[in-house]
Antibody
């Protein structure tokens, strides 16, 4: 059974850097074709895909946020870390970690999400 | 990239069928057969219900079905049940990202 869990701060001040960790189990990020990504949903708004990292360290970013995002993996710890620089109140959202199965274009399963509020 | 357009809400009585639309462009929905549908109960992890337009993951009821015509994808829930009351959203793969729908609240009357 694949599970993912997000962790990180619940409150961040504007201009700070947000660091979120996804800890997963049930699969290995060293398996060919597998990926782990991040998606967020601001309150009352649509979901927004942020970033994706594959087994071979190939990284993909949302074009609109690319300059502020960095995604990395630690295969030995079964973790993926997303950092977002220079946060703004508009970055307030629930952040989800997701699994991309080998050779697919879908996200399955998802973590439960973690709510991050950006406020001074 | 703009969000895919979904109706804000859809409702139906138990046993009825409802359909949720997801409208994009030729750059997303119309350009790829990689549309997914998710069910989301607040406070829980979103659940994949349909992938690649019309495929159901193992364990998902066959009351859920997907289709696509042009730039619009659709999710049909047949034999509506109380447990189907949730938020539903679509997504489409593109070459540069994944774009999501605006979300639809399904109410079982």
């Amino acid at each position: 059974q694949i599970t993912l869990k997000e962790s990180g701060p619940t409150l961040v001040k504007p201009t700070q850097t947000l660091t979120l960790t996804c800890t997963f189990s049930g699969f290995s990020l060293s398996t060919s074709g597998v990926g782990v990504g991040w998606i967020r949903q601001p309150p009352g708004k649509a979901l927004e895909w942020l970033a994706l990292i594959y087994w071979d360290d190939d990284k993909r970013y949302s074009p609109s946020l690319k300059s502020r995002l960095t995604i990395t993996k630690d295969t030995s710890k079964n973790q993926v870390v997303l950092t977002m620089t220079n946060v703004d109140p508009m970055d307030t959202a629930t952040y989800y970690c997701v699994h991309r199965p080998r050779g697919s274009r879908r996200f399955d399963p998802w973590g439960q999400g973690t709510l991050v509020t950006v406020s001074s | 990239q703009s969000a895919l357009t979904q109706p804000a809400s859809v409702s139906g009585s138990p046993g009825q069928s409802i359909t949720i639309s997801c409208t994009g462009t030729s750059s997303d929905v119309g350009g790829y057969n990689y549309v997914s549908w998710f069910q989301h109960h607040p406070g829980k992890a979103p659940k994949l219900m349909i992938y690649d337009v019309n495929n159901r993951p193992s364990g998902v009821s066959n009351r859920f079905s997907g289709s696509k015509s042009g730039n619009t994808a659709s999710l049909t829930i047949s034999g509506l049940q109380a447990e189907d009351e949730a938020d539903y959203f679509c997504s489409s793969y593109t070459t540069t990202s994944t774009v999501f729908g605006t979300g639809t609240k399904v109410t079982v009357l």
